[in-house]
C-alpha cells in the first residue's frame, strides 16, 4: 500500500488506552521462597515459644562437665543440657550453663539442688556406679519454695535423701563428731529408721551441729523428751555393775550412727515439729539418765583413800540410785592437822516420790516440806555416807547411803553452802580400826604375872593326879573288869546257834505268816465288800 501523500488524508487509526498496572502483581517463582520464610519464621516463633529456662550452676570444680554432651536430669530423666564450662571471674568456681525444657521451669525454685553425678563411696552411701559406663550427668532435686531461681550453687556431694521423702529432719547438738558421716544411719530399736543429712562446725568451734532425717512412719516415735545418742562402734563401759559392752549393728562398728529413744515416763508425750534441736550424748546411759527438777547439792567429807571413785558415780540407797558424785577435792585441816577428801554429791529427791503418791508426799516433788527438818532427823536417827566397792574385778567404788545405829553423833550446819553431811569409814577401815584397838588391849595384858600364874597351878594339878592314881585308879581298874564279863555274856548269847536267835527266828517268820494273812483279807474285802455282812461263800457256790 503506497504512503499517503502530503495531501492525503490519514485513514483512522484505534486509540491506544492507558491501563493500570497492579503493583502486588509477583510472578510464580517468588512462592517458594516466601513459603520457605514463612516455615522459617515458624519454626523460630515456635523455638522461642518452646525453649526452656537458661540456668547457671557454680561448682567447685569441673570433674564430669562437658558442655554441649552432659545432661542434666531429675529422676534419671532427661530435661536440659550443659551448654557450656566456664571459670568464674575469680577463678575460684566452675560455672555450668544448662538449658531446660520449658516443663522444667516451675521446678527453678529456692531450694531446688544440682550436684554431679559420679561414682562415690562415702560412709555407708556408695552412688553413682552406673554412670561408669554412660558417664556424668548433673542430678537435680526439685525443691518446694515459692520464691523462684535461675542461679545455684552445686552440691559437692548428692544429698542423703530427695526432698519429696516422708519425714522429718532434726537438729542435733554434739560436742564432736565421733566417726560419723555424711550418710551414717539413724536407729530405732536396731531398725534403721533414717540417716544423717549435713554436718557443721559451731561459729564458736566448740561442738558441731548435725541434720538428721527420720523418715516416716518412724519420725511419730520423735517426742519432746526423745534422747539421742552416738552408737558409732563398740560402747565399752566399767562401773559398779560391771563391763558392759553395747552395739546397734555391725554397720555402725563400720561407719558409726545415731540411736534415739524415748524414755517410758514420757511416752506420752506429743510429736515435735521440724528442725527441733536435741542435745546428742555419748552414750545411752547418760543419754537416758532421768532430767529431775529438784536437785540438792551437799558436801560429803571422807578420811578414807577415795581411789576407784569417780565424776558420775552413783549415791546409792539401798539399790536405788539417789545422786551422783559431780566434783572430788582435797582438804587440810590446820586445826586438827589432817587431811580430808570433800566429795561433792548431787541428790535427787524425786527418786524418793516419783512413784509414790500419798497426803503427804506428792509424785515428783519432795518427801517432806522441811527438808532441813527431815535431814537432821536422819542423821540423828544414824544415816551415814560410806564408800563402799561396786566391783572388785574393777576397783571401782560408789557411796552408799544407809543407816549406822552405833555411828557417833553428828549435826548438819545448814549455814554452809554447800551444807556438810557426815560419813561413816569403810568397812575395811573399821575393821582395821577394830584390830589396832585389839592389838592395843592385847599389849595392856600381863602376861609374865599370867605365866607365873599358870605354873603355881600346874604344880598343884600335878600332886591332885599323883593321888589321883593312887587311891581312884584301882577302883577304875575294878569296875572296867565287871563290864567286860557282862559284854562277853552278851556276846555268847548273840552267837547264831544259841536257843535265843533260833526262837528270834521262828517269831518272825511267824509274824510274815500274819502279815501275808492280813493281806489276803484286805484283799478279798476290797473284791467282795459283801462278804462283811453274807460271809464267805462256800467251794460250791
Not at 542423821?379 to 552405833?406: C, K, W
Not at 592389838?439 to 591332885?464: C, D, H, M, R, Y
Request: hydrophobic share 40%; proline share 7%.
Amino acid at each position: 500500500m503506497p504512503d499517503p501523500g502530503p495531501g492525503d488524508a490519514l485513514p483512522d487509526l484505534p486509540q491506544a488506552k492507558p491501563v493500570a498496572g497492579s503493583r502486588w502483581r509477583m510472578q510464580i517463582v517468588w512462592l517458594v521462597p516466601i513459603v520457605a520464610l514463612l516455615i522459617g519464621g515458624w519454626l523460630a516463633v515456635k523455638a522461642i515459644l518452646e525453649e526452656g529456662p537458661t540456668i547457671t550452676i557454680s561448682f567447685r570444680t569441673g570433674e564430669g562437665l562437658e558442655a554441649g554432651k552432659t545432661k542434666i536430669k531429675f529422676k534419671d530423666v532427661d530435661i536440659g543440657i550443659v551448654k557450656s564450662v566456664t571459670l568464674s571471674p575469680d577463678h575460684k568456681r566452675v560455672i555450668a550453663t544448662g538449658e531446660l525444657v520449658k516443663d522444667a521451669a516451675n521446678m527453678l525454685v529456692d531450694n531446688t539442688r544440682f550436684w554431679v553425678v559420679r561414682p562415690r563411696i562415702s560412709g555407708g552411701t556408695v552412688s553413682g556406679l552406673g554412670t561408669l559406663l554412660s558417664g556424668s550427668y548433673v542430678g537435680m532435686d526439685a525443691g518446694n519454695s515459692t520464691k523462684g531461681r535461675h542461679d545455684f550453687v552445686g552440691l559437692e556431694v548428692p544429698p542423703v535423701f530427695p526432698s519429696d521423702i516422708p519425714g522429718r529432719e532434726f537438729v542435733l547438738k554434739s560436742s564432736n563428731m565421733g566417726s560419723l558421716d555424711v550418710g551414717s544411719p539413724v536407729f530405732f530399736r536396731r531398725l534403721e529408721v533414717g540417716q544423717v543429712s549435713s554436718y557443721e562446725l559451731d561459729p564458736n568451734g566448740r561442738g558441731v551441729t548435725l541434720h538428721v532425717f527420720v523418715n516416716a512412719p518412724y519420725d511419730r516415735f520423735v517426742r519432746n523428751d526423745t534422747r539421742f545418742w552416738h552408737a558409732s562402734g563398740l560402747d565399752v563401759s566399767l562401773s559398779p555393775d560391771g563391763v558392759q559392752i553395747n552395739t546397734q549393728s555391725f554397720v555402725s562398728l563400720l561407719i558409726g550412727g545415731i540411736a534415739f529413744e524415748t524414755p517410758e515416763i514420757d511416752r506420752n508425750m506429743s510429736e515435735v515439729a521440724d528442725n527441733t534441736p536435741f542435745d546428742l550424748y555419748a552414750t545411752r546411759a547418760e543419754a537416758m539418765k532421768v532430767n529431775y527438777h529438784i536437785v540438792d547439792t551437799y558436801i560429803v567429807n571422807f578420811y578414807d583413800s577415795v581411789r576407784g571413785l569417780s565424776v558420775g558415780a552413783p549415791v546409792d540407797f539401798r539399790g536405788v540410785q539417789v545422786g551422783e558424785v559431780t566434783r572430788i577435792f582435797t582438804r587440810f585441816d590446820p586445826v586438827k592437822r589432817q587431811f580430808s577428801i570433800p566429795v561433792e554429791i548431787n541428790l535427787y529427791p524425786e527418786r524418793f516420790t516419783s512413784r509414790f503418791q500419798n497426803d503427804g508426799a506428792q509424785a515428783g516433788g519432795r518427801l517432806s516440806n522441811s527438808p532441813h527438818q527431815l535431814g537432821d532427823f536422819l542423821i540423828a536417827s544414824g544415816f551415814r555416807f560410806q564408800l563402799r566397792s561396786g566391783n572388785p574385778l574393777t576397783g571401782q567404788l560408789y557411796i552408799a547411803f544407809d543407816i549406822f545405829p552405833d555411828a557417833p553423833k553428828a549435826t548438819i550446819d545448814w549455814s554452809k553452802s554447800p551444807p556438810e553431811l557426815p560419813a561413816a569409814p569403810r568397812t575395811l577401815q573399821s575393821l582395821q580400826d577394830s584390830l589396832t584397838r585389839l592389838l592395843a588391849k592385847l599389849n595392856s595384858i600381863p602376861f609374865q604375872q599370867i605365866g607365873s600364874q599358870a605354873q603355881q597351878t600346874l604344880q598343884s594339878t600335878n600332886s591332885v593326879i599323883s593321888k589321883f592314881g593312887t587311891d581312884v585308879v584301882p577302883e577304875v581298874q575294878g569296875t572296867l573288869s565287871s563290864a567286860r564279863s557282862a559284854l562277853n555274856s552278851a556276846n555268847s548269847a548273840l552267837q547264831p546257834e544259841t536257843q535265843l536267835q533260833q526262837n528270834t527266828s521262828d517269831a518272825m517268820r511267824e509274824l510274815a505268816r500274819t502279815a501275808a494273812s492280813v493281806r489276803n483279807l484286805t484283799d478279798y474285802l476290797e473284791r467282795h465288800p459283801e462278804a462283811v455282812v453274807r460271809g464267805k461263800p462256800g467251794e460250791g457256790q
